[in-house]
């Protein structure tokens, strides 16, 4: 994650955070234009999130829920007077896109497997996103609705002539999706912190619920041929997690719904 020094002013803050502030270095540490997040070096770290309105609702549950099996770190507070805020306990480790990590796919399929493969056996129950499926369809839906369309950074999806044909897939194979499976929603190299290359914690777990496994199997997949540039670390990571569990049909299913963003 990038750090780089900022000066803040404490009347752009919440008086909840202005003692944790006072006094500490801070570093901005956002990666999209969608939120602010801020690196508090202080203690043992701690990195707060600034976004619109409810937009922070889910993250903060579903990260408490995580944090309750063992694979999040601590949420500490979360407020919404006029805009979102989120404040968590820093993790110790660095997430799977550094250089370490990086220069030795071969073991970082084997932990990513692993690791995914640990997180779909887990116990769901009490998870407050029941039916991660009908919003992930019910997006799609909307995206397709709103003319949506990008193909350009799915490989699978070359097969689709146009909108038209990639909803059609969709729709002719939706039944294959299944709701009963603790899921991530994004498992990317950059959501997954590793530390001595045992796993520390995922973070961003805002898109995740109980849902269908491959849409982490597809997310993995895609961020480990974007980020090594090449996809022949594919079955190495299917091996790792265990191809019992993988159906390419729905892989490709998923690929489908991709497109619509």
Known sequence: MQKTPV???????????????????????????????????????????KSAKNTLRREAEMTRFFHGKGLATEVLAYESPEEDWLLTAAIDGEDCVSADHLADPARLCDTLGRLLRRLHDTDPTGCPIPDHTSIYLATAEKGYLDGNFDPSHIPQAACYADKKAAWQYVQEHKHLLKNDTLIHGDFCLPNIILKNWQPAALIDVDHGGIGDRHVDLFWAIWSLRFNLGTDQWRDRFLDAYGRDRVNEEVLQLIAAIEVFG
């Open 7 to 49: 000066t803040l002013a404490l009347h752009d803050f919440p008086t909840l955070f202005h003692p944790l502030l006072q006094d500490a270095e801070v570093f901005d540490s956002s990666s999209s234009p969608q939120a602010r997040v801020w690196f508090i070096d202080k203690d043992k770290g701690y990195y707060l999130k």
